[in-house]
């Protein structure tokens, strides 16, 4: 139905950076928000930065300062900038994307995940 599409992802080097982009498509009425999750082998799934349609972001601690999570709403797109990456970053980076059918059903997606892999 919904049908998030996660590219970007790759190998850096320490200290590079990576752009990621997730966008819908599918039977959207609106997203009410998008954001970012990230899972490293071994761990628990955790907040990256989330983004509503209005712009108010939230950030991880740990990212702030490195990360920036945009949108374009006409393109039901979501990105984050990641740089000086190290690596701990090193993860599989989800998208999820909060959306509005038409019939005013609020429903959760996520992208395929996109391997981010940060060598020393």
């Known amino acids: 139905q919904v049908q998030l599409v996660e590219s970007g992802g790759g190998l850096v080097q320490a200290g590079g950076s990576l752009r990621l982009s997730c966008a819908a498509s599918?039977?959207?009425?609106?997203?009410?928000?998008m954001g970012w999750y990230r899972q490293a082998p071994g761990k628990q799934r955790e907040l990256v930065a989330t983004?509503?349609?209005?712009?108010?972001?939230t950030y991880a601690d740990s990212m702030k300062g490195r990360f920036t999570i945009s949108r374009d709403n006409a393109k039901n797109t979501v990105y984050l900038q990641m740089n000086s990456l190290q690596p701990e970053d090193t993860a599989v980076y989800y998208c999820n994307a909060r959306i509005i059918t038409d019939t005013k059903l609020y429903l959760n997606y996520w992208g395929q995940g996109a391997q981010v892999t940060v060598s020393s």
């Open positions: 599918g039977s959207i009425f609106s997203i009410n928000a």
């Open positions: 983004i509503t349609g209005g712009g108010s972001t």
